[in-house]
């Protein structure tokens, strides 16, 4: 049964007092401080014995260091895309290149930015969420303390009188220092996406330009047909997942970095070894001095060797730090400087090869195989860019910032592993303009450098906050690191815009599309939740009713959809004002997500009771991480119940008791489990240990707090028993009547004084995005003839 019900409301002037009848629902209706377990288990990383370590080195090559390792195709061609003059400008070529890959993968990523993962997951959403857990600057106020005592959760402490606490007040301040730092990440997102797109373009194009080397006379066309039909079916089969072929992606990426190492030893024997003086740093500055300002415009050709580095971040999900930095410095780095220097030696004899020095300086024995094992890595790059960016746009969904879509897990080993279709097409249909329209790498090389470098000053802004407030660093470590970052990433950034009209506007104009989508989504969201806090109704007036409610009591058990952990939303007045009757049992669920990778099983609902017990009024808040994923969950209903269930037997034990006078209650905790330990003045312990999905109730007090409890013997626990078998019974009888799921269908206007701007992004643009978004009811798998809507209409 469907049904719309409209309503409109200003939130302007909506304000709730703060007297006594507060009070009282503050007394009623309190955060679930009780409700949750204070698991303090810090993230540690493990311990791994040396062949494991190695293991997992070898299998992070498939994953992590594919972009990365595929640079060598596109490097030299893009830093000299007219005649080499001056074998002199190889040799200072390679020594920025050599010096780039030392401060900006090794050191900086390898080495700390790595070390700034989120529970193992890396990005700029990881970053994000690890400052929203150390300072209150998530845009969207939906975090209560209770949130923090999730296992997940791990944060330090810090002392009010340090830097660190000045820099949080500093960030608390205002709204709008909040909202530039949200904008900074959807920046770096944004330009992560469009990495996602020019990934595949350059990449695959380069490895398909290996055809016209063995035939000269091949139109390029050809050649950009070639990769288009490579492009189509590598997006073709994203449905199927990687879990299948991900065995084969490690041996080809390793196989693929021995062989451009070898080909490197080769060519430096055979033409010039004199290209190993590059190693001084004396070459840059002499580079400089003598190209000038072509010498400038041209870091944006060697910046491309080190493209793939924000990927190595972003795909650390499934590696520990240790195996990332083992492989890079044992295998990746080596092999991309052996690689670079042979293509240097071979350039030093053979200065009008630069458009294509990566297959001509391949010996003639192994060309085609060479040529197959470039495009296999190629295809692997290309690969974990695609999918870092299904990453990406589920943790931006997570976060408020982007439209509900369709999430389709495919992997049943690894959580990581998805699949968004509507995602996929775009990225398809945007990689074959890009590759079909540029025709040639120069073009897609300049876009390709502006996407990585502002992704790379997003990283270094937020590492700055990181440092201050989450590793607590002396401000002149800070300042350092810093300085150092943005000197080299501003020197890039600098020489990519004057590429901008050269191809370096494609991520600019993708970057703002996207950027103006999440932004005006996240708006939209953020309005939404503060309509349904000011418009939230008062417990006072609820007990008012009386426990029919004012209405008829019809059995079965309403499920109401809110984004309050707290209070009742509006939607349920605005529903019993409007119908006469209501279910026997009603269950304020609220979903929300919270800025922790992955919130466990056993932690992720909580249940507490609203009301005196003749109401039959419930609260279960489902708590999700950014990692988390629904899967279109057949069980969420049958989870809700158990923790419903298991909520009415706790409570019902906690409220029973035993044969001595004097009792003293105490919630103790530990990782697995909670246990309540009822001790008796005799010390005799009776133990009974609860499922830690049901945190606890509105009975039950941390252990710093005893609550006593007089009993006058048995027959109060066997009428507690009693209670529990007749509103267990009475729960059961209801859900076997039926279930309704009632969710807001709220829409959001702009008002009529507002500007034009905001009138176009509120009434056409979210409001499309909102028509065309997946509706909640779908995520959750609410049968259609389960569904009620209860619509409502504000102006902002």
């Known amino acids: 049964m469907v049904s719309d019900m409209d309503m409109e409301m200003d939130m302007s002037g909506e304000d709730e007092s703060k007297g006594g009848m507060w009070a009282l629902e503050q007394k009623i209706d309190q955060p679930m401080d009780e409700e949750a377990g204070r698991l303090k288990n810090m993230y540690r990383e493990k311990k791994f014995s040396a062949l494991l370590l190695l293991q997992l080195s070898f299998q992070s090559l498939g994953v992590v ?41 090794l050191i900086k990523y390898v080495f700390i930015v790595c070390r700034a993962n989120d529970n193992g997951q890396g990005g700029t959403f990881a970053l994000y969420s690890l400052l929203c857990r150390h300072a209150k600057v998530n845009t969207i106020p939906n975090q209560h303390k209770t949130d923090e005592e999730l296992t997940t959760y791990s944060r330090s402490t810090i002392h009010e009188k340090s830097f660190a606490a000045k820099t949080r007040r500093w960030l608390e301040g205002d709204a709008f220092k909040k909202n530039v730092l949200l904008l900074l990440v959807l920046v770096g997102t944004c330009m992560a996406v469009g990495d996602g797109i020019l990934t595949p373009a350059i990449s695959v194009l380069s490895a398909s330009g290996g055809i016209k080397i063995d035939h000269p006379g091949m139109s390029t066309d050809v050649v950009v047909v070639v990769a288009v039909v490579i492009l189509v079916g590598l997006f073709s089969l994203q449905h199927y997942g990687v879990d299948k072929v991900g065995w084969l992606f490690a041996p080809i990426v390793l196989l693929w970095f021995l062989l451009i190492g070898g080909i490197g030893i080769f060519n430096i024997w055979k033409h010039d070894s004199g290209v190993l003086r590059a190693f001084s740093p004396v070459y840059i500055f002499r580079y400089f001095k003598r190209r000038g300002k072509k010498g400038w ?99 931006a969904n997570a976060l408020g910032c982007f439209p509900r879509v369709k999430v389709i897990h495919t992997s049943s080993k690894f959580l990581g592993q998805i699949y ?97 989508i999440m932004y005006v989504w996240h708006y939209g969201t953020v309005k939404r939740y503060e309509f349904e806090m000011h ?79 003749n109401f039959h009024m419930f609260r279960c808040v489902a708590r999700y991480g950014y990692k988390d994923l629904h899967k279109k969950d057949e069980d969420f209903e049958k989870k809700l119940f158990d923790n419903l269930f298991m909520f009415v037997r706790l409570e019902s034990m906690m409220e029973g008791g035993s044969d001595s006078d004097d009792y003293s209650l105490y919630g103790q905790q530990t990782q697995g489990s909670k246990d309540l330990l009822l001790s008796d003045t005799n010390n005799n312990t009776f133990s009974s240990v609860v499922d830690l999905t049901i945190s606890s109730c509105d009975s039950i007090v941390p252990a710093k707090s005893p609550l006593h409890v007089r009993t006058s013997g048995t027959s109060s626990g066997q009428v507690s028993s009693q209670r529990e078998v007749d509103e267990m019974e009475f729960l059961t009888t209801c859900r076997d009547a039926g279930v309704v799921h009632i969710m807001g269908n709220t829409v959001v206007r702009a008002r009529r004084d507002s500007s034009l701007y905001k009138k176009l992004s509120i009434d056409y643009v979210y409001a499309f995005l909102r028509k065309i978004c997946r509706e909640h009811s779908v995520i959750f798998n609410v049968p259609h003839e389960s569904l009620l809507n209860v619509g409502q209409v504000f102006y902002v």
């Open 535 to 613: 418009s939230k109704i008062s417990m006072a007036w609820i007990l008012g009713l009386g426990p029919s409610l004012g209405l008829v009591r019809v059995p079965g058990i309403g499920l109401v959809y809110t984004e309050l952990a707290s209070g009742v939303p509006h939607i349920f007045s605005h529903f019993i004002t409007n119908l006469p009757a209501i279910h026997s049992v009603v269950v304020f669920v609220c979903v929300k997500y919270l800025p922790v990778y992955t919130v466990p099983e056993d932690e992720r609902f909580l249940v507490k009771r609203i009301g005196p017990k």
């Open 297 to 395: 415009t041209s870091l944006g050709g060697i910046m491309l060797s080190i493209t793939g580095t924000e990927a190595l971040f972003a795909d650390l999900a499934h590696f520990p730090v240790s195996a990332i930095q083992l492989a890079f410095t044992v295998v990746v780095f080596p092999c991309l400087l052996l690689a670079y220097s042979g293509q240097a030696a071979y350039l030093m004899n053979n200065k009008d090869h630069a458009s294509d020095a990566f297959y001509r300086s391949i010996p003639d024995g192994i060309y085609w195989p060479m040529f197959i094992i470039a495009t296999l890595a190629a295809i692997v790059a290309s690969q974990a860019t695609i999918s870092a960016t299904f990453s990406i746009i589920k943790q």
């Open 65 to 105: 260091y594919g972009d990365l390792g595929t640079s060598p195709l596109y490097v030299f061609y893009n830093t000299f895309p007219d005649k080499i003059t001056d074998t002199e400008d190889i040799v200072g070529a390679l020594s920025l290149i050599i010096y780039s890959l030392t401060l900006v993968p």
């Open 420 to 516: 968004i279709p509507d995602i996929n097409w775009i990225l398809m249909i945007l990689c074959i303009v890009v590759t079909a329209g540029f025709k040639n790498q120069s073009q897609i090389g300049n876009a390709y450098g502006t996407a990585v470098v502002i992704v790379m000053l997003a990283t270094t802004f937020l590492m700055i906050l990181i440092m201050l407030l989450v590793w607590r660093c002396h401000w002149i470590l800070v300042f350092i690191f810093a300085a150092l970052s943005l000197i080299v990433e501003l020197t890039y950034f600098s020489a990519v815009l004057f590429k901008v009209d050269q191809g370096g506007w494609v991520p600019l104009v993708i970057a703002a599309v996207f950027l103006f």
